[in-house]
């Protein structure tokens, strides 16, 4: 398949035993293919005692008490990859790359939860997503699209990404009333406007993560504990990461027809990765491991910002 993608994704390459964090350490429970699973117990890796089935039937593989993958050696390297010569599962292999695929077009990209991937995104100077014309039948689909590509204009000319930000939230309000009322050949006529700080108040959006979401790491809570803002990110690496979650979101929101609640939810995540810490590139990662990775703990926060509504 034909998958289109940002400028950077062809760059990326895994830092294996150099990485600074690895995936293999994030905490996650990762499930293991069949096929893979079958191989695995040819090559003696003793891979049905380092794995169990979980609850909705899955076989993942156990971690060890530091959350760490069991076959992680010393090193930073994977001893399954090493002994089969290259081969790793499906979710492994694909990491940290995440595919969509729509009505008529599929995209690929990288996840800013891989240090190495987050450098890359966030050290792009010029716009990685020249192109994002998509075609499709789907009326809805299409609407969000053009909406999209005039959001990324709208964030490569604004100098300030803050007020960007604001902006975007602003516009998916626009939308949503032109959707609602059937509207979506106005969609050239939805204006981005600076209406102030959207709400949730960031120390009652973080007390609702502390509460209603899966935490994985010490460190996260901590830093969600903490109601100081520790402002952090360049113009720049904040412009990076703000078109990072646009690419990524924008467009889901043609499975629930709500786009301000897509836009409010891309200016969460933004608006927290900002204030969590004095180290940006960490504070995306941690956002990504913690929210964007976890399925339950982005229906949780999007539910939320529904209600907010
Ligand atoms: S986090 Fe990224 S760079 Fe590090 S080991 Fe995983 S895929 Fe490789």
Same mark, same amino acid.
Request: hydrophobic fraction near 25%.
């Given at each position: 398949m034909n998958y289109l993608r940002p400028n950077y994704y062809d760059a990326f390459t895994c830092s294996a035993g150099r990485c600074t964090d690895s995936c293999c350490?994030?905490?996650w429970l990762i499930p293991l293919d069949a096929d893979t699973f079958e191989h695995y117990k040819t090559v003696g890796a003793d891979i049905e005692s380092n794995t169990f089935t979980d609850s909705d039937g899955d076989r993942v593989f156990n971690l060890r008490p530091d959350r760490s993958c069991p076959y992680l050696d010393a090193d930073g390297l994977c001893t399954l990859y090493t002994k089969t010569d290259g081969r790793l599962c499906e979710i492994c292999s694909k990491y940290p790359r995440f595919f969509e695929e729509y009505d008529g077009?599929?995209?690929?990209?990288?996840?800013?939860?891989?240090?190495?991937a987050a450098a890359l995104i966030l050290s792009?100077?010029?716009?990685?997503?020249?192109?994002?014309?998509?075609?499709?039948?789907?009326?809805?689909?299409?609407?969000?699209c053009r909406a999209r590509e005039r959001t990324m204009k709208m964030i490569f000319s604004e100098p300030d990404p803050d007020a960007a930000m604001r902006k975007l939230v602003f516009y998916g309000g626009e939308l949503q009333e032109l959707i609602d009322y059937g509207e979506l050949e106005l969609v050239g006529e939805a204006e981005f406007y600076d209406?102030?700080?959207?709400?949730? =108040?960031? /120390? @009652?959006?973080?007390?609702?993560i502390l509460e209603n979401t899966e935490?994985?790491?010490e460190r996260w809570r901590g830093l969600l504990k =903490?109601? /100081? @803002?520790?402002?952090?990110?360049?113009?720049?690496e904040r412009r990076n990461y703000l078109t990072y979650l646009v690419y990524r979101y924008f467009l889901k929101a043609v499975n629930t027809e709500d786009i301000l609640t897509e836009c409010r939810f891309i200016g969460l995540l933004y608006r927290l990765a900002e204030t969590l810490c004095g180290d940006y590139a960490e504070a995306v990662k941690l956002v990504s491991r913690e929210i964007e990775h976890d399925d339950e703990n982005v229906a949780a926060l999007i539910d939320y910002l529904a209600k907010e509504e």
């Open positions: 350490r994030a905490g077009f599929s995209e690929t990209g990288l996840s800013v939860s891989c240090p190495t792009q100077t010029d716009n990685p997503y020249p192109d994002l014309r998509r075609e499709t039948s789907d009326e809805l689909l299409g609407f969000l209406g102030g700080e959207p709400s949730p =108040n960031l /120390g @009652e959006a973080k007390r609702f935490i994985l790491s =903490n109601d /100081g @803002e520790n402002a952090s990110g360049s113009p720049n």
